[in-house]
């Protein structure tokens, strides 16, 4: 009997987690969790994403309509961009990112959504930038270029710091003049190298949500940073050409001239129709939001009601926040007055 357990197990779980490939596009999100079309349980399974080039832009997995399982992009060269994990939705487990040369960018741990433990950074020729450590999403302490140490209260504040030269010898840290030799070959020992970098002040990261990527690039640019990667996906609940996601988030600390990633949502799924709250609103300002929504009024009922300003929307026939797959007439009741004056409306007949 056992030799057949590992069998059943097999079978159990093909349906209990199905195997299906899906591009990523063509999920529709209803109140946060993502399903395939006409589709009534949310959606387990891989999903895939293209450039327009062909090259393959992402692999990732869901499980039960959240992120779930190790995910990959790749820039439109077909370099590897960046790797992570989801844990239920959250960022968990080592993150890490490559610049175009294939020199690693950034390599950081997650726990249940929030940093845990060492985020370093590197220059694109592969020598360190900084170190910061996390504890329970709280920066602990960073170094620069190995010669500043920072350490911080779990609220945030700069409680101390220490500076080196290149001889070891501490030293105030605002004694420290380095300058940069732009010219200065990489191939050059570490201790040589690092003397040849430039400690840049940190700037605070702003918050990039909801603004055009043109807006983002300008305030990126007077914050002294760039847009680094540029990812695109359908998002109901930001407009078309919005940034929906950035890594990293607003408010966290970053040496000036490093890249942020960011995310612009591409509007509504070509089948996506998510019904609005009409009711209490007047007829025509509910016609527009449907209008909106690319759906259209359908009958209109009416309901005699003394107490409300003639023409409210009382009920509508598909509740708010339903997800549709098409374009559907949306039935109403409005209130009026007097059921009378709608009798008057028609003319008499002989």
Known sequence: MKRYIPLLALLLASQLYPQSKMDINNLID??????????????SGSVFDLYDNGQKKLNGRYRNGIKNGKWKWWNEDGGLDSTGSYKKGLMHGKWTSWYKNGIKSTEQTWKNGVEEGLFTRWYENGLQASEKTYKGGYLISQSINGNRWSF?????????EKCWDLDGNEIECSSITASVDVSGDVTLDFSLAVSAVELEPLVNIPNLIGQSLRSAELILQQAGLLIDTVYTEYNPEYPKGTISWQYPKANEIMKKGFGIQVTVSKGLPPDFYQVPNVI??????AKEYLVKARLKVGKISYHEDQDLIPYTVLDQSISEGTVLDRAMNIDLVVSILDLQDIFNQFPNKP
């Open 30 to 43: 209803r109140g946060g969790l993502l399903y395939a079309p006409n589709k009534e349980k949310p959606f």
């Open 152 to 160: 911080f209260s779990s609220d945030g504040k700069l409680i101390d």
């Open 280 to 285: 209490g609103l007047g007829l025509n300002k």
